[in-house]
């Protein structure tokens, strides 16, 4: 198996939830118990590898919230980079087979991705929102990805240690 198989996985894995969020999920009227599927991305790349990782996964999805959703050019490219870097930094010495791990990684960037993307919005624009709308925001879509965090990470821890998500080594 090789680096190709990787890439190729995760490009499809990024495809496909891209187009399914934002093809279907986001058409559905659900409003903020709308999952977020990229968010899950840099979440489990900074638990299960670390900050740069989580901190590459978290630019990229950025950017693809961005090109779609993007009010203000860069800022989401920021915020997940940031909140994928830190989320990295901070389950550093966690034990990874540990499911609440990835519930509790998930809820905290989904706060933080939502709180520091209104704060910097608020100050771009100079029109905060309301704690109340921002709180709505927050615990309707951690409800949901909290939930799918458990249901997502298991093939994906899986795949990481044992499948094509596997990284693999150079031979000097």
């Known amino acids: 198996m090789n680096n190709w198989r990787r890439w190729l996985v995760l490009a499809v894995l990024y495809l496909a939830a891209f187009l399914l969020q934002y093809g279907v999920l986001n058409n559905l009227g659900w409003g903020v118990f709308c999952p977020r599927l990229l968010l ?10 670390g900050a740069l990782p989580g901190l590459g996964h978290g630019l990229f999805c950025g950017f693809l919230q961005d090109l779609v959703v993007g009010r203000f050019l860069g800022l989401n490219l920021l915020v997940w980079g940031f909140t994928g870097f830190l989320c990295g930094h901070f389950t550093k010495g966690l034990f990874k ?20 993307y209104a704060l910097f919005a608020g100050l771009l624009s100079g029109s905060f929102f309301s704690m109340t709308f921002i709180s ?14 458990p249901i997502i990470y298991v093939p994906v821890y899986r795949s990481l240690l044992y499948g094509w998500l596997r990284p693999i080594k150079k031979q000097a």
């Open 40 to 49: 899950f991305f840099p979440v489990y790349a900074g638990v299960l590898r």
């Open 97 to 116: 087979e540990n499911y609440l791990i990835a519930v509790l990684s998930v809820f905290g960037v989904h706060f933080a991705n939502c709180l520091l």
């Open 136 to 149: 709505k925001i927050i615990l309707g879509g951690a409800l949901v990805n909290c939930f799918l965090a």
